[in-house]
């Protein structure tokens, strides 16, 4: 049961991090107020000032009673003239309204939209025919605009550059190495303890106590294979009910009956699978924050007093740290939607899970090591880069599952960009990734909070290997930890080649792809070169006696 907990809580394993460039800001007054406003636009087909100060200001003709796709004849030119157009979205592409606009003498088109605001597109040769700046924004804003300021709204469109080099970036990148080094000495710190005969009652050693160990190359193909099937078993629901609501609707009873019947079975399986994913997060992360910080307190020496109530024998220490562990999870269950300021402990519950992982989940040699991280990087790549083929919205299956059903903002490499043009319900996610605002457009984010995420599988799984280089160094008695130093610094190396790469291109990487190589090769050379190789490929004596007792 524990190992199926363990395989539903990382069948997303994936780091993703995209900046949405194609947002921009409406600033609306009439001389005495002034209101920002959320716009999408699309950089490569009409670029807006980067400032307000440089932004021209243009007075506002509200056509939204038309969609402007024919018939402009009855649209007075002079009322138009250098001034900004506002349209309903529909009927045709956005090319077309713009082409009418220009040739009615528009300074600026904006599509007002009760739907997504997505980014504006068309073909390439239609790009160089139009001159002037498209852009669309929510109808109920334009609504809210028009009440606020009247008839005499007076408007300014800017894009204000947003730095890819986010500090978000360096937040997420301390989270991963202090985790995986703090996992990884945990890791060497039990198997210390194990080695120097610290027993608890009953004779059991308490370094092993709850440790699971990977020890065949079938059972790591299992693994992996489990993980896949989850994976690909989280995608079909998230998209089943979705696809059966775009169904044209039978006009026989029968069948009408069957395709509500069908949507309930699906919404309800959908809505157990994840809400017993989400119940079994909370109890894993406030278990494992729980053993987190009783070791720090343990460390530290505080809180050894203890009490009987009718016989029971109870650590006040213990208590009290349940209560906090349990309030902190129970919190972030209520308000786990809610993005300003629950990512705090979606994050610190996601440290503890992936320390607490670590620490109990240990490959027994270089070779289980080698297998799994190997299938695990094939695993990522393919649902990162190959899925995207595969699926109707163009959004890879790792990133649907990761983010939830509305992940389609990642479409087209991640320069494509979804913003609700209503309040939406929040949909929900599962709890696999950390996630860190992006510090720099927090005071201009208008169409929602964009964040930086890192999927727990690319701190756990390049992680099960520092974690046996820990033990290996203590199996050698290496002082200076030689294997966990450098796997560390090959970790820390990796992440920055995938930030580096990230940015480069603009989309979110399957981190694996440059974590695995970095690791498993530098402690390969280091092996190698202390001629320790053929020990470290097979694990010690040791560790194959203890396997085979368990």
Known sequence: MEAVVRIALLTVLLFASTVKCQEAVLHISNGSIEKEYCLVYN?????????????????????????LCANSSAIDPDLVRGKALVVMRGECNFSQKALIAQSLGAATLLVASNKYLVTPSANESEYDKVHIPLALMRYRDF????????????????????????????????????????????????????????????????????DIFLYSPFKVVIFVAMMCGMLVLMYFFYNILGMLENRTRSSLLLRKCLFLLTICVVFVSLVCLVYIIIAIFCIASASALFGCLDAVMEILGCCHGRFSVRNWNLSLRSLLLAAVCITIAVVWAVYRNEDRWIWILQDLLGIAFCLNFLKTISLSNFKICVILLSLLLIYDV?????????????????????LGPDASGEKTQGNMVEVPAEPQAPSEKLPVVMRVPRFSALTQNLCGLQFSILGYGDIIVPGLLVAYCSRFDVWINSTKKIYFVSCCIAYMLGMILTFVVMLLSGMGQPALLYLVPFTVITSAVVAACRGEIKQFWAGTTYEREDLMDA
């Open 43 to 67: 950089q490569s087909w009409t670029p807006l000032s980067k400032s307000l100060d440089a932004a021209v200001q243009l007075s506002v003709v509200n056509l939204t009673s038309t969609v």
């Open 143 to 210: 609504l809210e605009a028009q009440q606020r300021f009247g008839n005499g709204m007076q408007v300014k469109l800017y894009a204000p550059p947003y730095s890819k080099i986010d500090p978000s970036i360096a937040v997420i990148f301390l989270i991963s190495v202090i985790t995986i080094t703090l996992g990884g000495y945990w890791s060497g710190a039990n198997e210390r303890e194990r080695q120097s005969g610290g027993e608890s009652r009953g004779g059991e050693s308490k370094a092993d106590s709850g």
């Open 382 to 402: 393919f649902f990162v880069f190959i899925t995207p083929f595969f699926t109707k919205n163009g959004v890879s299956i790792m990133v649907q599952v990761a």
